[in-house]
């Protein structure tokens, strides 16, 4: 199938300029985080219910009032035809959104009308899916959704308690499960054994839900009720030493908002956790009075740019040498050099944001060590640097031979556990840089890879893809991405060096790649299973990988599994064509809701589609230069 080359190059012209166009003045990327109903109701309730409970007047210079209205209304505007709310304006009804945004219209102005038909369709759409209204249809309904997980079940029926929907008084609490704040006392290596019934990054949640929980529904045996009253001052002083300077938990508007509407509920409202959790929500409203899930992606994005640039022909026209500079420099300052007070993670690692809230984790890092290799200079800091961040991969590496991306060890819920993706993306940071390390790491480093290896290849799955752990598509049936999980493993296992290369490996490949062949859409395009609507991300990724193998195939002679090279080459082209249509000749980049936050929360990032787009063409190119 021949491909319009001049459409090709103009393609990835202006792709490269709106890349390049959207960095900052300070010459990295921050990215634009779509806006969220779940962000934007819990931060109403959290200003609710301080303007509520604050009757000493803390706060009364602070305009909450009008950032609830026009929270409110923005709900109001953007509810779904359903009457259900998704967790972006892209995004499906579901019922944690729903309820979480329907529960805030309880704090509206109660001689106004103007969203009265909002709360109808609401409560239309929850009977539908629940039953009905009533305390035990929700509270099962949210109970029945998330399991023996608690991280999001137990902060969504508080804020419903304290919008009043599950009834009046004590009672109302009963509905909320009890956590074991008191826990949070304990040593912080002990918290992986305790197998807690919150992800590793809920800490705060843990704190203050168990806390407000216990202030209005306290257990009856007395021995642990006087121990949770006990605990009550040194996890409330925890709360306030994990804090982030910016007052924002991992600057995530929903974590946040859930700790300031408990502490506010239950006689803390003058607390400084309250004062600085509130000054971050406060600061973190958009123009149109809405909230995003998080303040922003800026490492993730910017080492996504910089990775996806540097496959660019003209990478070091486009970004000279005091770009990068100012690149190589942001990325370095961004490396933790301490151990980090929430997680308690060694230094060595990235996070996702430059800002305070951020926590190192595995994919940061190894998209942080592969930008270095991108930008770097012939200075001693940079090595120090990746050096500091193999060790810490590696020291993160669980027993079952993957990659989590937090903390090593929580593996009792699914988002603290080792992931295909992050596995691989690790493995991939490895090889640049494992001949930089001090010689004693080398043999750790050779089992890392080894045992992360034997991974990836027991997570495939019996069709041949992989799934990742914070990406998604809503209309696969799991919610899973099938396409971004393989095609991300596929693009790591392609770089391998062939040392690694065995029967196993070419065949995990070799059934990778048939599922992305198969799973091509008639129109070239990929969405996030097979038969699934395409969109811009997926079908990058999916360009991306084969292009990537085929390249890999025709200049080394690997992978003598995949016989028929053509078929990838094909792939690849209709792939490039779909989305050289699709983005206008890459003018126009319409993002999706495929990315996971905490608790399985959909967002879209605005430069996603433009940063695979880039990175797919530029290997489209390089795919067909060799050919000819």
């Not at 690149?327 to 050099?337: T, W």
């Not at 951020?358 to 012939?378: F, Q």
């Not at 989590?404 to 490895?430: E, K, V, Y």
Request: proline share 4%; hydrophobic share 40%.
């Amino acid at each position: 199938m021949p491909i319009d080359r001049a459409r090709l190059a103009e393609s990835l012209r202006n792709g490269a300029a709106v890349l390049l166009q959207e960095r900052n003045a300070e010459g990295y990327w921050e990215g634009q985080l779509s806006s969220s109903a779940l962000s934007t109701a819990t931060a109403v309730c959290a200003l609710a219910v301080v303007n509520r409970n604050d009757t000493s007047h803390i706060y009364s210079s602070t305009p909450f009032t009008a950032l609830i209205d026009h929270g409110l209304t923005w709900l109001a505007n953007h509810q779904n035809r359903d009457g259900g709310w998704g967790d972006t304006i892209l995004s499906e009804s579901n019922i944690s959104t729903t309820v979480l945004s329907w529960a805030v219209f309880a704090f509206a102005d109660r001689t106004k009308t103007q969203f009265q038909s909002t709360l109808s369709f609401a409560e239309d759409w929850i009977r539908a899916y629940a039953g009905g209204i009533e305390p035990h249809q929700i509270a099962q309904t949210i109970l029945s959704r998330y399991g023996k997980d608690r991280t999001f079940s137990v902060p969504i029926l508080t804020h419903c308690v304290l919008a009043g929907r599950l009834g009046t008084g004590k009672e109302a609490w009963s509905w909320v499960k009890q956590l074991p704040f008191e826990l949070a006392a304990c040593p912080h290596h002990w918290f992986a054994a305790l197998r807690l019934p919150v992800v590793s990054y809920a800490l705060p949640a843990l704190i203050a839900m168990g806390y407000v929980r216990h202030f209005y529904y306290p257990t009856r045996n007395p021995l642990m009720r006087w121990i949770r009253s006990a605990a009550r001052n040194r996890t409330l002083k925890i709360l306030e030493e994990i804090q982030p300077a910016g007052g924002g938990y991992l600057e995530a508007i929903p974590l946040t908002s859930f700790v300031a509407m408990s502490l506010a509920a239950s006689g803390a409202i003058d607390h400084p956790v309250v004062h600085n959790a509130l000054r971050f929500i406060v600061a973190s409203v958009q123009a149109d009075g809405s909230w995003a899930i998080d303040t922003n992606l800026a490492t993730w994005v910017t080492t996504l740019s910089v990775n996806a640039l540097s496959r660019h022909p003209d990478y070091e026209t486009l970004v000279p040498e005091n770009e990068r500079s100012r690149i190589l420099h942001f990325l370095l300052n961004q490396q933790y050099k301490n151990e980090h007070p929430y997680t308690h993670a060694a230094p060595g690692g990235w996070a996702w944001t430059h800002l305070p809230g951020g926590v190192p984790d595995a994919d940061d890092t190894s998209g942080a060590l592969l930008a270095l290799s991108h930008v770097k200079d012939s200075g001693d800091q940079i090595l120090q640097a990746a050096r500091a961040g193999i060790e810490w991969l590696v020291n993160l590496q669980n027993r079952d031979g993957g990659v989590p991306t937090f903390c090593r060890g929580w593996s009792n819920l699914p988002f603290d556990r080792s992931c295909p993706d992050i596995t691989a993306h690790a493995i991939q940071s490895m090889s640049l840089w494992k001949n930089a390390v001090d010689p004693a790491w080398k043999g750790r480093i050779h089992r890392f890879e080894q045992r992360a290896l034997r991974y990836v290849i027991e997570t495939q799955q019996s069709d041949g893809s992989w799934h990742p752990l914070w990406f998604g598509n809503e209309r696969e049936n799991n919610h899973f991405n099938k396409t971004y999980g393989t095609a991300q493993v596929l693009i790591a296992l392609g770089r391998l060096d062939r040392e690694w290369f065995s029967s196993k490996i070419e065949k995990a490949i070799q059934s990778g790649a048939g599922y992305l062949l198969h799973s091509q859409n008639q129109d070239g395009g990929w969405g996030g299973a097979m038969q699934l609507p395409a969109t811009i991300e997926e079908t990058a990724l999916a360009t991306l990988a084969l292009a990537s193998l085929y390249r890999k195939l025709f200049t080394n002679g690997n992978f003598s599994q995949l016989e028929d090279r053509q078929k990838l080459y094909n792939a690849s082209i209709r792939g490039a064509s779909w989305l050289i249509e699709r983005t206008n000749l890459g003018r126009r980049f319409a993002p999706a809701a495929i990315g996971f936050y905490f608790a399985e929360l959909w967002y879209y990032e605005k430069l996603y589609p433009i940063i695979f787009t880039l990175a797919a063409l530029c290997e489209v190119v390089k795919m067909i230069e060799i050919r000819l």
